[in-house]
């Protein structure tokens, strides 16, 4: 029997940046970097203070920032404000393709399209080849059924299929 997972999906900017946070620090690996780089700007901040080494203090302070703010936040931001814009729509998962009915938007993408999949704590989260996320927040599905079938689905779509809990 072929899957049809009618889900319509809307939007809401909490959802979107708990997944998002989650996508790039724990699927895309800023956490790694975060615990490398945070550690030693802060011990030569800390040195910096109690040596009177000025320039170092702000270089290094500058530094934090660009990369929690340039980066980080960067990332975080301009994924919220794609997702403002797209509205969200209906969502239907079926065996060969994923189709978008939405309020400015109507499209089909095959499976191919998405290279990886994963599942978190309230979201499925699908990548294509420049790791965009696609977000498709679990509050959106009616009940536990469609949440179920849509991992089934993705399971046996993606062999890398992973599950964050």
Known sequence: MEPN??????????EIKKAIA?????????????MIIYPIVTIVIVFSIVFHWF???????????MFHFGYYKKLLNGYVN??????????NFGNEKVSVVGEEIQCQYAWSVFKKAYETASAFLLTDDNTFAYVFPKSC?????????????LKEKFEGFKTYE
Do not use: M
Request: proline letters at 2%.
């Open 141 to 153: 599905f009616q009940d536990d059924v469609s949440i179920s079938q849509l991992r089934d689905l």
């Open 22 to 34: 989650f996508y790039l620090w724990h699927i895309r690996g800023i956490r790694t970097r975060a």
């Open 55 to 65: 320039l170092p203090l702000f270089t290094w302070t500058f530094a934090g920032f």
């Open 82 to 91: 794609v997702y403002k814009k797209r509205k969200g729509g209906l969502y």
């Open 5 to 14: 997972i009618e889900v319509n999906i809307a939007y809401e900017e909490s």
